[in-house]
């Protein structure tokens, strides 16, 4: 095998290698979360939580504060509360009016941050 041969066949292997490390992934697997999601003590429903990544991923949250996603990178994330545009933020909890915090919709002043682990159903409830 000549010595333009030998290179063609390495190029070739190392593009091979770099299509399977891609279409497999880097060994950062996906997971499922579920929990609740409350406002001091009290159920927020509607809307969703945004975990900041690059990019973000959401949950809906279910008239009864619970929400569940799967296919979900692994790592720890911001948390925030990012109420539906058909609503308002003090009418996301009973009784309305109640939520006045607004830093739970702001990933820069948001104090929740959770960790999601690989490999395992992570039951995370959030509060804010």
């Known amino acids: 095998m000549g010595a333009g041969s030998r290179l063609f066949a390495g190029v070739c292997s ?28 009290k159920p927020l429903k509607g809307g969703l939580i945004r975990f900041h990544s690059t990019p973000p991923f959401e949950a809906n949250v279910e008239n009864d504060s619970t929400y569940t996603r799967a296919k979900t990178p692994a790592g720890k994330f911001k948390v925030t509360f990012v109420v539906p545009a ?12 109640a939520v006045t915090n607004k830093d739970i919709q702001d990933k820069d002043k948001t104090k929740v941050e959770v960790e999601i682990k690989e490999g395992q159903t992570n039951n995370l409830d959030i509060a804010f």
């Open 14 to 41: 190392v593009l091979m290698v770099s299509l399977l490390v891609s279409l497999t992934g880097c060994g950062k697997g996906e997971t499922s979360v579920k929990g609740k999601v409350t406002y001091e003590g």
């Open 86 to 97: 058909d609503k308002e933020l003090t009418k996301a909890i009973d009784p309305p009016g």
